[in-house]
């Protein structure tokens, strides 16, 4: 799929020169604990865009995609002007570690910041939290023959857990540090219970969900 635009963009062209010309940098003020790396949250990104595309008449839809072999997920980005014109981005497509629901809200969350992040001209794509959906473990540094692979696939579920937190309302920082705090492992080395942990919340928030859920009577 190629860039599309509208037949006309001179006032759009315009429009993103100026909120260019405003916009504020995010700061990379989020932790990956497990691969000692920082980036820019997609709410990070979202906020700055919205702060400065308003008053140019500029304004963003995003839309999902899928690979024709279902195995690449993602999202697209069209930036629209109130003049009509409009420019449609092709989707950034990634493939998850595991195609299950985890790991493709994880595809679609990371497409999603990167994307908005390349059309609005965002600085966050200098980051390295993509691990857990691109194999994070394959671009470190070859672990050491004593070191069981496991230890990588535990990282990545860790990750993708907490992105399946966050994508429930979760703060997963906030998890993060309760995790240290109950746990005392302040450098999260132990792994395997940092994934229990991470776990036993997701299944406390779904429990939660259904609790919550209100089944329709029947009528009389």
Known sequence: MT????????ELFKALSAFQKDVKQPKKDANNPFF???YVPLEN????IHEAAGKHGLAELTYPATSEDGM?????????HSSGEFIQFPPVLLK?????????????????????????GIA??????????????KTKSQPKKNEPDELSKQEEEIIEVLNTLQNLGINRMEVQKAYRDESGDKTFKNKAKMLAYFKAQLT???????????YPQAKK
């Open 96 to 120: 998850p570690a595991k195609n299950d629901p985890q790991g493709v809200g994880a595809a679609l969350t990371y497409s999603r910041r990167y994307a908005l992040s390349a059309a609005f």
């Open 204 to 214: 406390s928030k779904h429990e939660q969900a259904e609790l919550s859920f209100e």
């Open 124 to 137: 966050s794509e200098t980051d390295d939290d993509g691990n857990s959906i691109s194999g994070g473990a």
């Open 3 to 10: 860039m599309k635009t509208s037949e006309t963009t001179g």
């Open 36 to 38: 000692k790396s920082k």
């Open 72 to 80: 690449q997920h993602g999202v697209g980005v069209v930036i629209t």
């Open 45 to 48: 990104v979202i906020e700055v």
